[in-house]
């Protein structure tokens, strides 16, 4: 799958690009630096009417404006004012990496304490799925497109 970098790791800057043409659009500041390079899946739509989010784990710095192939490797459910906006997790392709404690617990700060600035922002967070249900979510969503726009 195809992942578009938005959002650089270590940054509070959320940039915001159209996610059709990946143009620029605009930037704001949030409450809480971004874990890893975090952006969308190409060519999908989620249940929140906007491409699927998608934290691509690796230490290397990835750009935004970056588009670059990758593996999900897991799903991490989340709620987001009481709509679904479930995480993608990948890597780069061909890459490993491993999700244990401490990169769930990254995630799961960054998720809390991004909105920490918006009032009433409510975030929920479930369970953290397999690769399975990465790869059924983004083909589910993938299907999604051609019936939303």
């Known amino acids: 799958?195809?992942?578009f970098?938005?959002?650089e790791a270590g940054s509070r800057r959320k940039?915001?690009?159209d996610e059709r043409t990946l143009r620029y659009l605009s930037t704001v500041d949030v409450s809480a630096?971004?874990?890893y390079p975090y952006g969308f899946v190409i060519g999908t739509i989620g249940d929140d009417d906007d491409a699927?989010?998608?934290f691509v784990l690796t230490a290397e710095p990835l750009v935004a404006g970056t588009l670059l192939e990758c593996d999900p490797i897991a799903l991490l459910e989340q709620v987001e004012d009481g709509?679904?906006?479930h995480k993608v997790l990948a890597v780069p392709s061909g890459a490993y990496a491993t999700i244990d404690e401490t990169v769930i617990a990254a995630l799961k700060k960054f998720i809390c304490d991004v909105f920490a600035h918006v009032p009433n922002k409510r975030m929920e967070i479930g369970r953290l799925l397999g690769r399975d249900a990465a790869e059924s979510y983004v083909r589910q969503c993938r299907g999604a497109l051609?019936?939303?726009r």
């Open 1 to 3: 799958m195809q992942v």
């Open 15 to 17: 940039n915001i690009y």
């Open 33 to 35: 630096s971004y874990p």
């Open 146 to 148: 051609g019936s939303a």
């Open 83 to 85: 709509e679904i906006d």
């Open 52 to 54: 699927v989010d998608c």
């Open 5 to 7: 970098i938005e959002n």
